[in-house]
């Protein structure tokens, strides 16, 4: 299957970030998470990006290309003409000369309306029609986000779009898409389409089931109002509530959720495995420290073709995905996969939470009795080096207590094979 995901980035300037590069992979898609205190310039960044992506849903991007090769062109005859050593004909192509300024000067002003930043998409020959059409998604979501949802009074039909600028919501129509799909249900089961209530129970099921899993409430049941056309949140030992009495925590996330769904929704891609690039600002808002640790996997597991570049103050957030580009503004250093960082331990005092990632911690299970084995089959010793690879490049100098960790595994491992 052909993907088209953003490959590399850079950033010519985003207030205090200049000249940046950003290698993420030619080959799979990877996840970027900005990290850096506060005016190191992590929002700035995303709105250059910003700019440049919503050329892309302006269908501009090939005429940049084109303005771009053009620009080369112009400073190339100018360049000639510069170095020209017959100053009479430099005075006669004075008017041609002043005509090419020009030219630079309105290609220049067009460009900059592009912004600063560039990026390079794999396959990126596919991704213009995709953009067009809809059909890759392309989102930003601000720091301050609320899920802004509309009761609806009865059973209306909705007008999702194919395409959705970066003003635009899907969202404020949720609770509307949920009634309707009830309605459908009633009216497939009177006209005895099996396939079709089966395929709503389905979707409800599923559906409930991502709610239990944000929520951390395996028993969470999402029950439909039909004499007030609402759904409601049903929770053990707590009061029933709306999607628009939500905390500010999970409004947040419900917000990025609804909208993603709805948008694929209008695809008809109930498999939510549509493409896109989504842009988060500060992603960990309003999140107490387990949720910061869900809330990518969450996402990257929802919609597994979305790539996202989001922005983050957190170790918990930086460390929950694998598969993700670190890049930290104030140093510029760039890591891949920091799932063995090590979380501050104020953090981990003040609110009880576990030092690491569960992924990391899985790994480290699996290293020390793969390490330990007293004998390994063929696939066992690939996996072992695979882990002795991952452990290898991770940077220790942000995990000291792993460091530790590692060496003595590995000493257990030379004690037991020299007795």
């Known amino acids: 299957?052909?993907?088209?995901?953003?490959?590399?980035?850079?950033?010519?300037?985003?207030?205090?970030?200049?000249?940046?590069?950003?290698?993420?992979?030619?080959?799979?898609?990877?996840?970027?998470?900005?990290?850096?205190?506060?005016?190191?310039?992590?929002?700035?960044?995303?709105?250059?990006?910003?700019?440049?992506?919503?050329?892309?849903?302006?269908?501009?991007?090939?005429?940049?290309?084109?303005?771009?090769?053009?620009?080369?062109?112009?400073?190339?005859?100018l360049n000639t003409f510069s170095t020209s050593s017959d100053d009479i004909n430099y005075g006669k192509n004075s008017r041609q000369i002043a005509d090419v300024k020009s030219q630079i000067n309105n290609i220049n002003n067009y460009l900059s309306s592009f912004g600063n930043a560039c990026i390079t998409f794999a396959n990126?020959?596919?991704?213009w029609e995709k953009a067009r059409d809809g059909t890759f998604i392309i989102a930003f979501f601000e720091a301050k986000r609320h899920a802004q949802i509309d009761i609806p009074s009865g059973i209306s039909k909705i007008r999702l779009q194919h395409?959705?600028?970066?003003?635009?919501?899907?969202?404020?129509?949720?609770?509307?898409?949920?009634?309707?799909?009830?309605?459908?249900?009633?009216?497939?089961?009177?006209?005895?389409?099996?396939?079709?209530?089966?395929?709503?129970?389905?979707?409800?099921?599923?559906?409930?089931?991502r709610l239990r899993e944000i929520f951390e409430s395996p028993t969470l049941e999402l029950k439909f109002d039909r004499k007030n056309y609402n759904f409601q949140i049903i929770e053990e030992d707590k009061e029933p509530y709306e999607f628009d009495k939500l905390s500010d925590g999970y409004s947040a996330i419900i917000s990025i959720v609804t909208e993603l769904l709805l948008r694929m929704e209008a695809h008809q891609a109930r498999n939510y495995d549509m493409e896109g690039l989504v842009l988060i600002d500060e992603i960990e808002t309003h999140l107490h420290v387990e949720l910061q640790k869900?809330?990518?996997?969450?996402?990257?597991?929802?919609?597994?073709?979305?790539?996202?570049?989001?922005?983050?103050?957190?170790?918990?957030?930086?460390?929950?995905?694998?598969?993700?580009?670190?890049?930290?503004?104030?140093?510029?250093?760039?890591?891949?996969?920091l799932s063995g960082y090590s979380y501050d331990a104020l953090l981990e005092s003040?609110?009880?939470?576990?030092?690491?990632?569960?992924?990391?911690?899985?790994?480290?299970?699996?290293?020390?009795?793969?390490?330990?084995?007293?004998?390994?089959?063929?696939?066992?010793?690939?996996?072992?080096?695979?882990l002795e690879k991952y452990f290898l490049h991770i940077p220790k100098y942000l995990s000291n207590e792993l460091l530790v960790k590692l060496q003595e595994i590995t000493l257990k491992s030379l004690t037991a094979k020299r007795s």
């Open 350 to 386: 003040y609110f009880y939470s576990d030092k690491y990632s569960s992924l990391i911690k899985a790994k480290i299970v699996e290293y020390e009795k793969l390490s330990l084995a007293d004998q390994l089959d063929a696939e066992e010793k690939q996996r072992l080096k695979e």
């Open 163 to 209: 395409r959705y600028d970066f003003k635009e919501k899907a969202n404020k129509h949720f609770i509307q898409y949920l009634v309707n799909l009830k309605a459908n249900r009633s009216f497939a089961r009177d006209d005895d389409l099996v396939d079709e209530v089966t395929s709503i129970d389905k979707w409800f099921k599923s559906f409930q089931e």
């Open 124 to 127: 990126e020959h596919l991704l």
């Open 1 to 77: 299957m052909v993907e088209i995901f953003a490959s590399s980035i850079n950033i010519t300037k985003a207030m205090v970030v200049k000249d940046l590069s950003l290698p993420l992979s030619d080959k799979e898609r990877k996840h970027l998470i900005i990290t850096g205190r506060n005016g190191s310039g992590k929002t700035s960044l995303l709105l250059e990006l910003n700019k440049y992506l919503t050329n892309i849903y302006n269908g501009k991007i090939e005429n940049r290309r084109a303005q771009l090769s053009a620009l080369d062109s112009k400073k190339q005859l």
């Open 294 to 337: 869900k809330i990518l996997p969450f996402l990257t597991n929802f919609f597994p073709r979305i790539q996202f570049i989001v922005t983050t103050h957190s170790p918990f957030v930086l460390s929950s995905l694998a598969n993700s580009v670190v890049c930290d503004l104030e140093s510029n250093i760039v890591t891949s996969d």
